[in-house]
C-alpha cells in the first residue's frame, strides 16, 4: 500500500514502509500496555467502570490506526526478528515491586506509544493524530485516578489489623505486633490529650516505616495529616459532622479512609461515598461496645456479597472465634483485647496471623 504524505521527503516506498513499521510497533506497544492496565483494575481493583474505559480505548485505537493504513497492512511490515530494540531490555524494566510500578511502567509505556502514533499519523491523516491525541488525554486521566485508588488498595494489603488501647502501653503493641508479622496498626486512644496523642502518632509512624507496615490514625484527621499517616479510620458519629469526600479533599488523594459500620446499609452508604475499606461490626460481644448487640458473621456474608472494597471484621474476635470470620469469607480482621491484653503480644499476632494466612 502507499499513501502521500504531507512532506515530500517521505515519497518513497522505503520511507512509508519504515513508518508502517513505526505504527505497528507503537500500534502493539499501546495496546499491550493497555491491556496490562486493564487486567489491573479488572482483577485488582475490580473497577467495572474503570475496566469498561480501557477495553473502550483499546478498541478505538485499533480503528483508527485501521483507517489509518488499511486493516492488516502494518502486519505485512512487521519485522520482530529484526528489530535491533528486540535484545534491549534494560535493568529498570527487568525490575518490578509492586502491582503499582507494573501500572505505571505501562501507563507511560502507553502514553509515550501514543505520543509517537499521533505524530507519525499525520503524515498520513491529520485528523487522526487529533483524534489520538484525545485518548491519549484521556490515558492520562485515567492513570490519575487509577494510580491513586491503585496505591491506597496496596496499603490495604494485610490481614491482621492491630488497635491500640490504653489499658497497654501504644508504642509498645505497636512494636511488638510488628514483631509478630502485622503489617497495619491503628492509634485509637479516646482518653489522651491530643498533644499527646500527636506525640504517640509520630512514634509509631516512624516504627510503621521502619517496617513497612500501615499506619491508620482514629478520628484525628490534623494528626494523621502531621506525622503523615497512611490513612485515617472515622465512625458513624464522624461521618455526622463531615464527609469522605470532604475527608479526602483535606488529607489527599493518596491516603486511606476507612469507616466504622454496623449494618448492611451503612456499609453500602460508606462504599458509595468513596470509602477505601469498611470495618464490620461488632461481629462478637466485646467490653469495647458495651451494650452494642453483635452482628454477626451473617452480616459479614451478606455484606461481602454486595461490596467490592476490603472488608476488615471487627468486634470480640480472638483465637477461638477467629476461624469462623475466615469462614465467612473475610481476609481481613481488626483486634484490640486479643493482642493488647496478651502476656505475650508478639506471639499472640503471630497466632492469629498463623489462623487468617
Known amino acids: 500500500m502507499k499513501f502521500k504524505t504531507q512532506n515530500s521527503k517521505f515519497k518513497t516506498t522505503t520511507q512509508n514502509l519504515k513508518i508502517f513499521r513505526i505504527i505497528d510497533v507503537n500500534t502493539n506497544r499501546a495496546v499491550e500496555g493497555l491491556r496490562v492496565m486493564e487486567e489491573i483494575v479488572r482483577f485488582v481493583l475490580e473497577d467495572k467502570k474503570s475496566t469498561f474505559e480501557l477495553k473502550e480505548i483499546r478498541g478505538k485505537l485499533r480503528k483508527i490506526i485501521n483507517e489509518l493504513i488499511g486493516k492488516g497492512v502494518h502486519f505485512q511490515q512487521r519485522k520482530a526478528l529484526e528489530d535491533i530494540g528486540r535484545e534491549l531490555y534494560p535493568s529498570k524494566e527487568a525490575k518490578r515491586e509492586t502491582i503499582l510500578d507494573i501500572f505505571v511502567a505501562n501507563a507511560k509505556r502507553v502514553q509515550e506509544a501514543l505520543r509517537v502514533l499521533e505524530e507519525f499519523s499525520k503524515l498520513i491523516k491529520p485528523k487522526a493524530g487529533k483524534k489520538i491525541k484525545e485518548i491519549r488525554f484521556k490515558v492520562y486521566d485515567l492513570e490519575q485516578k487509577i494510580f491513586y485508588v491503585l496505591n491506597r488498595r496496596i496499603k490495604l494489603d494485610f490481614d491482621l489489623y492491630v488497635i491500640t488501647d490504653p489499658m497497654r502501653s501504644h508504642i509498645e503493641v505497636a512494636r511488638k505486633s510488628m514483631a509478630g508479622g502485622v503489617r497495619a496498626i491503628q492509634l485509637r486512644d479516646k482518653t489522651a490529650s491530643k498533644k499527646q496523642f500527636a506525640k504517640w502518632a509520630k512514634q509509631i509512624r516512624r516504627l510503621t516505616k521502619k517496617s513497612k507496615a500501615t499506619f491508620i490514625v482514629n478520628d484525628y484527621l490534623d494528626i494523621a495529616r502531621q506525622v503523615d499517616a497512611d490513612g485515617v479510620h472515622l465512625g458513624q458519629d464522624d461521618l455526622r459532622k463531615t464527609s469522605i469526600a470532604r475527608t479526602r479533599k483535606r488529607l489527599g488523594e493518596d491516603k486511606i479512609i476507612g469507616i466504622s459500620t454496623h449494618s448492611l446499609l451503612q456499609a453500602l452508604k460508606a462504599v458509595r461515598q ?84
Request: a positive charge; zero cysteines; charged letters at 25%.
Open 274 to 357: 468513596g470509602a477505601d475499606y469498611i470495618s464490620v461490626g461488632p461481629v462478637f460481644r466485646t467490653p469495647s461496645k458495651p451494650g452494642i448487640k453483635p452482628v454477626g458473621t451473617g452480616l459479614l456474608r451478606r455484606v461481602r456479597k454486595k461490596v467490592k472494597v476490603p472488608i476488615v471484621a471487627i468486634g470480640g474476635i480472638n483465637q477461638s472465634n477467629i476461624q469462623k470470620i475466615k469462614n465467612a469469607g473475610i481476609q481481613r480482621v481488626a483486634v484490640i483485647r486479643a493482642v493488647v491484653s496478651a502476656r505475650n503480644v508478639k506471639a499472640a499476632a503471630a497466632r492469629l496471623r498463623k489462623i487468617l494466612f
